[in-house]
């Protein structure tokens, strides 16, 4: 006699929840607040309603992607740690290959939206973002030094430049001005 226990595949809904979840939507809601106060900032009349909903849409897909990665590269980690160990990931609610192909598409069609329909400089500088925090930041950075929360902060700081970007297909310093304050005078957190 087999006393496997199958249980039910959880439905559409769930999942997701549970993808939804891999993308910290929470932290990804800030970044999306940040991005649109560099787009109010950037022009003196209304953000063109096309651009503000393709530039967040876009961004904010990005960012969920750049998450999932995260999530995925310190599986084991979240594993241990009791702030983390209820994502999805070490769960095992979602696997890994799941949670590759989720910020592939994700991001990958956060970047198509931004090229097509915002500006190539946003797109080029949301990708940038993105291999800074996923890459430069989680890969490299958090192994190797104590310090890896202040040097990745760069990632943390470049919504509004993406958001002013975005609107005026542009960098000023006034944009970068923003990158600083943001970079320099936001403390650590966790």
């Not at 993808?19 to 929470?26: E, G, N, Q, S």
């Not at 192909?101 to 940038?128: E, Q």
């Amino acid at each position: 006699m087999d006393d496997t226990i199958v249980l039910p595949a959880p439905s559409a809904g769930v999942r997701l929840q549970r993808y939804l979840r891999l993308a910290k939507p929470r932290v990804v809601s800030l970044i999306v607040f940040c991005a649109m106060t560099g787009m109010f900032l950037a022009t003196p009349g209304m953000v063109p309603l096309s651009t503000l909903l393709a530039a967040t849409l876009g961004i904010a897909l990005v960012a969920g992607a750049a998450a999932g990665v995260n999530c995925l590269i310190e599986r084991e980690i979240d594993a241990i740690m009791a702030r983390t160990r209820r994502r999805p990931l070490p769960r095992g609610e979602v696997n890994v290959l799941e949670t590759f192909a989720l910020s592939g598409v994700t991001g990958g069609v956060g970047l198509a939206l931004l090229h097509a329909f915002v500006n190539p400089l946003t797109m080029w500088l949301t990708l940038a973002t993105f291999i800074g925090y996923a890459v430069i930041y989680t890969v490299i950075l958090k192994p190797l030094t104590p310090q890896n929360i202040v040097i990745g902060g760069a990632s943390g700081a470049m919504p509004p430049v993406l958001g002013w970007a975005a609107v005026t297909g542009e960098t000023p310093e006034q944009a970068w001005l923003l990158f600083l304050i943001i970079f320099v005078w936001t403390p650590p957190h966790f």
